[in-house]
């Protein structure tokens, strides 16, 4: 970087520009914190403020960077209305011009640079700026495709997303300021030349906010929904609670919680917030126990599905299916696998395959797709099934070949990971939720399809109704669940379902994956673990505490035993008692 610098004068006023005869990234991003700086398109380059103050901003920011003091601008002809721009070296030479000469300090530094490169710039640096109206704040402008910059700043306690003007703010406070120096680092640039201009919020208009109590509001455009006002001296003892409230719905225009209209939301404010809250009107007794649940504004596109030519034969294996009984997710896999399978031959009858090409098929599957073992079964099962309750044509699948199924250890969590994956949990739902699967040692899918009737608390016992393979089970109902339980039942009263959605009904898996994939980035725990590890988790923290196999089997589920062995490869039961050979070599 090498800056060329010259006395001009604009509108009767002298100003200093300068310009950057290398291309350097960060030249405007240090500029902007000199202050009263701009960029001129007439001129073609940054003017600042002739006075001392900026020119010792100027030399703090670019210290170490030589300047020179002569810039050649050519005369700028344009139907805009442009500032008079007039330097000793323009064509114009008989302009009265008072002769100002450029201060001493103007001198040039031969030292060589000592800015990195990477400084600011105009595509990747964080911007700070300040506001008027908002002294005790910072506003941050982060670019779009810096999602690590924005994970960073959601986990300052106190930030805010201003939607309307595009930006993050955050307290204005040195331990704050030291956090950015240090993540940063040369990427931060302050400008305190332009200050932030909040839009005006329509929560002003139409509502009135206490600063020392919780307000409910008729929502303004949703007469079905309310609205909470959480001030911020009770944020940090309330906040966690207001998450609680079923459908809770954060409003970035007004700055304030929307939150259903419901017998369900009113229970919970007035048991939780009792002597906090203020009412601003009363609320009807005719208000719904719930709300009805309405179709979502964005569906997810699906992709058209190819269908086959011999489409029958993929319906004609879905009705044996259906009679045998299958579960609904083995005959949406079998399906695939025949359609694509049938599609691989389309032009030839599926009566017509040979075995040499079902094998064919397969084999390129391996060698092109890279399928997994699992994957290479659940397609020879589906054609095996095809041809045999099918099409009666048993010799042409018979000792079709089974891929050997690898022998893998499961992903285990060990206590004290589970113990933080737990307490990262603020939300009491969410944290019931991950708290039952451990506790229990639950699938995913039971989980969701409990019903209140199956939770037997004189018993101290979960049942659990048409599991994996369609059969039925009881497992152990914690104390520390049984108490968080009660505590659950109390706050959200569910009708039919242990787990209930906003609207009613049960709960999703994705809802539930999604709850446990944040507490695990919150947790810092094994990236690579699952909703399912919790189940490994519970079988081998009980092996560990001596727990018969027999009965870990029983609570499992688990047809045959030699499945639950598998827990035997991953306890440390014992370790402690086994001593390496190297530990007796003299060396």
């Known amino acids: 970087m090498e800056l060329l610098v010259e006395q001009i004068h604009i509108n009767d006023a002298i100003c200093v520009a300068v310009k950057n005869t290398r291309f350097d990234p960060s030249f405007p991003g240090k500029m902007k914190q000199v202050k009263g700086s701009y960029f001129s398109p007439a001129v073609k380059a940054w003017l600042m403020p002739y006075t001392k103050e900026s020119w010792s901003l100027f030399k703090n920011v670019f210290e170490g960077v030589p300047v020179k003091k002569s810039i050649e601008y050519r ?3 344009t139907t805009e209305k442009t500032p008079r721009v007039i330097l000793k070296n323009l064509v114009d030479t008989k302009a009265s011009v008072p002769t100002v000469q450029l201060p001493e300090y103007f001198n040039r530094i031969e030292a060589p640079s000592s800015i990195p490169v990477n400084f600011g710039g105009n595509v990747d640096h964080l911007t700070i700026q300040y506001c008027t109206e908002k002294p005790d704040r910072v506003f941050l402008t982060v670019p779009q495709h810096r999602k690590d910059w924005k994970s960073f700043i959601n986990q300052i306690p106190g930030k805010w997303w201003h939607a309307k003007e595009k930006l993050w703010s955050v307290p204005r406070t040195k331990e704050h300021f030291k956090a950015f120096q240090t993540f940063f680092g040369d990427n931060m640039v302050i400008d305190r030349a332009v200050p932030v201009v909040l839009l005006p919020q329509e929560s002003t208009e139409v509502f009135h906010k206490r600063t020392d109590i919780i307000t409910v509001h008729i929502h303004p455009k949703k007469p079905e929904h309310w609205c909470i006002d959480l001030p911020v001296a ?3 003892t309330h906040l966690s609670t207001l998450k609680n409230i079923h459908g809770r719905r954060w409003n970035s225009e007004w700055y304030i919680w929307e939150v259903p209209g419901t017998k369900l939301t009113k229970r919970f404010i007035e048991h939780h917030f009792s002597g906090l809250i203020a009412w601003t009107f009363q609320p009807e007794e005719t208000i719904p126990e719930r709300l009805q649940e309405s179709a979502p504004t964005y569906q997810k596109q699906q992709t058209a599905l190819i269908l086959a030519k011999y489409e029958a034969a993929v319906t004609a294996m879905e009705q044996m299916l259906m009679l045998k009984r299958y579960s609904w997710r083995t005959i949406k896999s079998y399906k695939n696998s025949l359609r694509q399978f049938i599609l691989y031959y389309n032009d030839t009858k599926p009566s017509q395959i040979t075995r040499k090409q079902i094998n064919d098929y397969i084999a390129q599957l391996i060698r ?9 079964n659940q397609i ?3 054609i095996k099934i095809f041809y045999c309750e099918v099409l009666n044509q048993e010799e042409k699948v018979a000792g079709l070949v089974q891929a ?3 022998q893998k250890i499961p992903q285990v969590l060990t206590e004290a990971e589970v113990s933080r994956l737990l307490r990262s949990v603020d939300n ?6 991950l708290t039952m699967i451990y506790s229990a040692g639950l699938r995913l ?3 969701t399809k409990l019903r209140l009737t199956d939770i037997q608390i004189e018993e101290h016992r979960i049942f659990v109704r048409d599991a994996k393979g369609k059969k039925d089970r009881c497992t152990i109902l914690a104390g520390k669940t049984e108490a968080m339980l009660r505590t659950y039942m109390a706050c959200y009263q569910p009708i039919h379902w242990l787990i209930e959605g906003a609207y009613g009904g049960a709960y999703s898996d994705r809802s539930v994956q999604a709850i446990f994939t944040a507490a695990k980035e919150r947790a810092r725990i094994n990236p690579l673990a699952t ?6 988790s519970f079988a081998t923290h009980l092996l560990e505490k001596g727990v018969d196999l027999r009965y870990i089997q029983d609570l499992l589920g688990h047809e045959s035993s030699k499945t639950t062995e598998i827990y035997t490869h991953i306890t440390k039961k014992s370790w402690d008692k086994i001593k390496s050979p190297l530990d007796d070599l003299d060396i």
Do not use: D, W
Request: hydrophobic residues 35%; charged residues 20%.
């Open 75 to 77: 005369p700028i002809i």
């Open 234 to 236: 009770l944020m940090t």
């Open 368 to 376: 092109n797709k890279h399928i997994t073992e699992s994957y290479q």
């Open 380 to 382: 020879a099962c589906s």
């Open 404 to 406: 050997k199924r690898p």
């Open 428 to 433: 009491l739902k969410h944290r019931f939720i």
């Open 445 to 447: 899918g039971e989980l």
């Open 531 to 536: 909703v399912h590890t919790l189940r490994h």
